[in-house]
């Protein structure tokens, strides 16, 4: 209970603190934002500000707070640790300076933002990579809400028909402007998601067979896998996140002021840090022991454990309740992935996204080949997604680094975004070497290639900011 509280006020006092710090070394003004500027009615829309933090929160909360915290948690409570350092020294920082950079640019893409201030090069790359990693996405969050809607339902609504009804709501949501499905149905959303995260950690609380766990280093992993990098990257979306940095644009196009971006940007993060500090201390505590959770998980699936936990701390209304918030948060990701795909395929191919015929054009392919993923089996697709995701964190963060450069920030204020960069150029190189669907390199071999990588990472940085010092000396 103490390490849970101490949790929740870290979070609390890193958005208080660290948010404020963060929004002080972006320095954001007066300037027109994208919503005022452009205001094309489909994408660049004003919404309020509430709004637009609901929007952020379900669009980056996907199934990844959830299933990622459930199975991060079979390492103990360790996985805390992470998730409050992550949220507030890597992905809070990461989501504020994605958006708030996409807004400074006309609410371009991640893709397009990396060509800016990485290179041609690296804009061409991550117009491929963006658009894989947001179709995985966008194919885990139709195939785990699916699940978990079939577990609701009689057995002639099985999982094949919740995909279909999900894919149709896909094409509307990507294809219809932002303030007509997702302005009205989130705000409703996101009442369900808070209510259902209160509910199951106030079971947690005061039903009196359940524990919450205190903070150990311990490696409580039954299977043996290492800490490091394999939490690192099943707790993405709860800590962490290069998803986040599609998603982030897609808000960036809504707000009015650059002073909402604190309150938007890095407060969804902090609160979906929250959401996966609720998921893994509940799934410990209902099942005791990390060895129970890793059997339920292996057993039941990710769906199966959230059913159970939900049932088993609510009970059937309850449970029913906080099942339909677990569905609400893939589902609002996975709208907005495919809208972010069909954006970053719009900047590529020129498309103008004003006729909805041009819409079309991009949409039904992309959900097309969605239906197809959707027949691959989920933990496949979870892992592919999961190491992509941290990946293109790495490099969003990268991109904020060479932002905070070009804009003649010193080097000390650069450390804001370079450090967690070079901490996720370790956690992706690492794990890639190590992992199944990797090369299934050694701890001995990848280890110390996972850290010269990110040392290689941080020295060319350093390089480059000399570099750029040195030539505002000359002018």
Request: hydrophobic share 50%; proline share 4%.
């Amino acid at each position: 209970m103490i390490t849970f509280i101490f949790s929740i006020l870290f979070l609390i006092l890193g958005y208080e603190i660290y948010g404020r710090f963060t929004e002080k070394i972006f320095g954001p003004d007066d300037r027109k934002t994208p919503a005022i500027e452009i205001n094309d009615g489909v994408d660049c829309v004003p919404l309020k500000p509430w709004k637009s933090f609901v929007i952020q929160l379900l669009n980056i909360a996907g199934t990844g707070p959830i299933f990622g915290a459930l199975m991060g948690a079979v390492f103990g409570p360790v996985a805390f640790l992470w998730i409050i350092l992550g949220s507030v020294l890597g992905g809070a920082v990461h989501d504020y300076m994605s958006g708030m950079i996409s807004e400074r640019n006309g609410g371009k893409s991640i893709a397009e933002l990396s060509g800016i201030y990485l290179g041609r090069g690296a804009k061409h790359i991550m117009r491929v990579f963006s658009v894989v990693l947001l179709l995985l996405c966008g194919t885990v969050f139709v195939t785990s809400p699916a699940s978990l809607l079939a577990d609701l339902t009689p057995g002639f609504f099985g999982k094949t028909f919740w995909t279909v009804v999900i894919l149709v709501y896909y094409i509307f949501a990507t294809l219809l402007p932002i303030d007509k499905i997702i302005g009205r149905l989130y705000p409703i959303f996101g009442i369900i998601l808070i209510i259902m995260a209160v509910g199951i950690i106030g079971g947690v609380i005061f039903l009196p067979d359940y524990t919450l766990p205190e903070l150990s280093l311990e490696n409580m992993n039954p299977k043996g896998l290492p800490v490091w990098p394999y939490m690192f990257v099943t707790i993405a979306c709860g800590a962490i996140s290069g998803f986040h940095a599609t998603q982030s644009p897609v808000v960036a196009k809504c707000i009015t002021e650059e002073k909402q971006g604190r309150r938007i940007f890095y407060g969804a993060m902090i609160a979906e840090g929250f959401i996966a500090l609720v998921w893994a201390a509940a799934g410990i505590a209902f099942y005791g022991t990390t060895q129970g959770l890793s059997g339920a998980l292996d057993e039941l699936g990710q769906s199966g454990v959230v059913y159970n936990i939900s049932t088993g701390l609510l009970g059937s209304i309850g449970g029913i309740f906080a099942v339909v918030g677990v569905v609400v948060c893939p589902v609002t990701s996975g709208d907005t992935a495919f809208r972010s795909a069909r954006l970053i395929l719009a900047e590529w191919t020129g498309l103008d996204q004003k006729s909805i015929k041009k819409r079309l054009i991009i949409t039904l392919p992309l959900l097309g080949v969605s239906a197809i993923l959707t027949q691959l089996d989920f933990n496949v697709l979870w892992r592919y997604f999961s190491w992509s995701n941290q990946t293109l964190a790495m490099i969003a963060l990268w991109v904020a680094t060479a932002y905070l450069i070009k804009n003649n920030k010193n080097i000390w204020h650069s450390l804001l975004t370079s450090l967690p960069a070079t901490f996720m150029s370790a956690v992706s190189m690492t794990y890639i070497l190590m992992a199944p669907e990797g090369f299934k390199l050694s701890a001995t071999v990848a280890y110390p290639c996972g850290v010269a990588f990110s040392l290689a990472c941080f020295g060319f940085y350093i390089f480059v900011m000399l570099k750029s010092k040195k030539e505002e000396k000359v002018i």
